[in-house]
């Protein structure tokens, strides 16, 4: 008996590819791949392809120019690197390759994914934001370096400090800037130095391995620049190695040289600024001296005094008849409260006057003022003395304080005033006014010279 052969599947050589293809990239969409660099080759878009193998095998590479400009460095054939990435295959060739985004020279991978984590990190708690920085100061009178007293960095930093201004004090916290210590003595100097009066805190070292520079990578450090009271400037390393310590501080300085350099102006520099200033001041005291002895000569004897001193004859005359309408009120109470308002009114207006002239002229008005405000309250004093004698005169010549000592005033029927009794007859009739109330009464006869007979009938 025969058995059918199985049906032959054929495969296209583009649908094994694509069917490869699909299986590989799924599984390898993001790896690290370790191995020495070899067949290194640029093209002329910027692009890198090279091959990573080791020992036992080998896988080509290439890593586009958008990351190319991301790269601190430039590999070389030989060396040794990590490279992060996707597999995936080249079909026209049936290849597989890795597509770089990162490479890295090999033995940096932990430290650098510990920076970069610890960087995202403070970034995230806002430790990098530009509007937490505080400036520097303008003119440091003490300078704090916390570093190595033994590095080349300070040594540096002390000459150019020295050369650009030997007055300016340093103080110094040594301490080690590499090293499995080194992290924690730099964070303590930070903060000591922060509460010693120092003007601005300086972080420092010269260059070296992402190994050597760790420390300036390290929390610790991070957190206390960031607590710092002083602006903190960070000089670490060269100028293309980059710290956790750069982007935590105030100020990142390339080098330490130039970080001395930025934190303190030169003599020469403050000697020229303060010639500035002082070329500037006596420029304005001139224009303003030149201003003020125009303003002058333009008022003094001019017509703005002439009429200033016409109004101040005005108020005086003023004062006089405030005295003059006092002896025509009635009460002293209004008369009083009169002549205080227009006293203050007249008061008013002179310090307005006084404001607007000039010193010697403030000085004349003043003693004007003055003594209006004594005559013022002379007249015044004057015044209601008089007032008094006058009504004790008119108190003591009024007639009803005759009446009040039980004399009587009587009147005809007319209005006359009765002094004799023979100026009116027997049965006329009379007006008595006494000091309380008046009484009508009936002559009944009269006594005296040219009088008839005597008596008075009262009528109330």
């Known amino acids: 008996m025969k058995t059918e052969a199985a049906p032959r599947s054929i495969f296209s050589v583009s649908e094994i590819s694509r069917r490869i293809k699909n ?14 660099i070899s067949n290194l080759r640029r093209s002329a878009a910027g692009h890198i392809y090279f091959t990573l193998k ?33 597999i995936t295959t080249y079909e026209a060739r049936g290849e597989y390759q890795i597509i770089v985004d990162v490479l890295e020279p090999a033995g940096r991978g932990a430290l650098q994914a510990a920076f970069e984590r610890l960087k995202e990190k403070l970034e995230r708690e806002g430790l990098f934001d530009p509007a937490r920085k505080r400036p520097l100061p303008r003119y440091p009178a003490v300078v704090g370096i916390v570093t190595s007293e033994r590095s080349a960095a300070l040594r540096d930093v002390l000459s150019v400090l020295h050369r650009r201004h030997n007055g300016v004090n340093v103080l110094i916290y040594p301490c080690d800037v590499q090293g499995a210590g080194a ?24 260059g070296g391995s992402i190994e050597d520079l760790s420390p300036f990578n390290d929390e610790r450090l991070a957190r206390a ?6 602006p903190v400037v960070s000089a670490v390393g060269h100028e293309t190695d980059f710290t956790v310590s750069d ?8 080098t330490p040289s130039a970080a001395a350099e930025i934190i303190v102006a030169t003599k020469l520099e403050l000697s020229e600024r303060l010639d500035t200033a002082r070329e500037r001041m006596a420029n304005a005291m001139r224009h303003r001296l ?41 009460r002293a109470g209004e008369l009083l409260g009169a002549r205080q308002r227009r006293v203050e009114a007249a008061a008013s207006e002179m310090a307005y006057l006084v404001e607007r002239l000039s010193s010697r002229t403030r000085m004349r008005v003043g003693d004007l003022r003055t003594a209006a405000i004594r005559s013022m309250e002379r007249q015044v004093y004057r015044d209601r003395e008089r007032f008094v004698r006058l009504a004790e005169t008119l108190g003591a010549l009024s ?37 309380e109330g008046r009484i ?4 009944l006869e009269t006594s005296g010279p040219g009088a008839e007979s005597a008596g008075i009938r009262e009528e109330r």
Not at 247 to 254: G, K
């Open 23 to 36: 299986l590989v990239e799924p599984g390898f969409p993001d790896v690290w791949v370790e191995g020495e």
């Open 54 to 86: 080791d020992e036992s095998a080998q896988l080509p590479a290439v890593c586009f120019r958008n990351a190319v400009r991301y790269l601190r460095f430039k590999p070389r054939d030989g060396e040794s690197f990590r490279a992060r990435g996707r």
């Open 183 to 206: 992290a924690a003595q730099l964070a303590e100097g930070v903060r000591v130095l922060g509460g010693q009066g120092v003007d601005i805190v300086l972080v420092t070292r010269g």
């Open 225 to 230: 620049i960031a607590d710092c009271p002083k």
């Open 247 to 254: 982007f935590v501080a105030d100020l990142r300085a390339p």
């Open 290 to 330: 030149t201003a003020l002895r125009e303003f002058l000569s333009s008022r003094v004897g001019g017509r703005g005094f002439a009429v200033a001193e016409s109004r101040i004859r005005l108020l005086v005359r003023r004062v006089d008849d405030c005295g003059f309408r006092l002896d025509r009120l009635g």
């Open 399 to 435: 007639p009803l304080a005759v009446l009040d000592r039980g004399y009587a005033v009587c009147r005809t029927r007319d209005g006359r005033i009765l002094r004799s009794a023979g100026a009116v007859n027997p049965g006329a009739e009379v007006a008595v006014l006494l000091h």
């Open 440 to 443: 009508r009464a009936e002559v």
